[in-house]
């Protein structure tokens, strides 16, 4: 694979996490009544916790578009990027496994769902990234040959 292939491939990847990301975050934010239940939350204090939620993953995406232009110039924000998913992953496991047992079904499958998506994520990105990688790597050795 050619690395111009590899970059938009990486590109589609972890275009694709951001895009889906930072459309969650604005529905977040701008309906946050919509989303409220699904967390066993209610009234303004539930408004006030789920439009916070939008605004942290608002924030938390603000390392992909520089990655997005330049992947190669900005390798570690890919690192960075794939580190935060990872943390999201494993944060999100352990909100779910603390959950007590019983009572609290809406709020597990709203937590799974974040889970999956954010594994699936991390999954595509690590893949796209890996590759990519492999083909700058693989035309840094015929350049040095």
Not at 19 to 38: I, Q, S
Not at 43 to 51: F, Q
Not at 101 to 110: D, I, K, N, P, W
Request: charged share 15%.
């Amino acid at each position: 694979m050619s690395v111009r292939s590899a970059r938009w491939i990486c590109r589609a990847c972890f275009g694709l996490v951001f895009v889906w990301n930072v459309l969650c975050a604005l529905r977040f934010v701008m309906a946050p009544a919509d989303f409220a239940g699904a967390y066993q939350l209610e009234g303004v204090p539930g408004e006030v916790a789920v439009r916070g939620m939008g605004v942290a993953f608002l924030m938390w995406n603000a390392t992909y578009p520089l990655f997005l232009w330049q992947p190669e110039r900005f390798k570690v924000l890919g690192w960075v990027i794939a580190a935060q998913q990872l943390i999201g992953c494993v944060g999100e496991a352990f909100i779910l496994c603390a959950l007590p047992v019983g009572g609290f079904e809406l709020l597990a499958a709203s937590i799974q769902r974040f889970l999956i998506f954010d594994a699936a994520g991390l999954g595509l990105m690590v893949l796209s990234g890996a590759c990519f990688l492999h083909c700058l790597a693989r035309v840094g050795e015929d350049r040095r040959a």
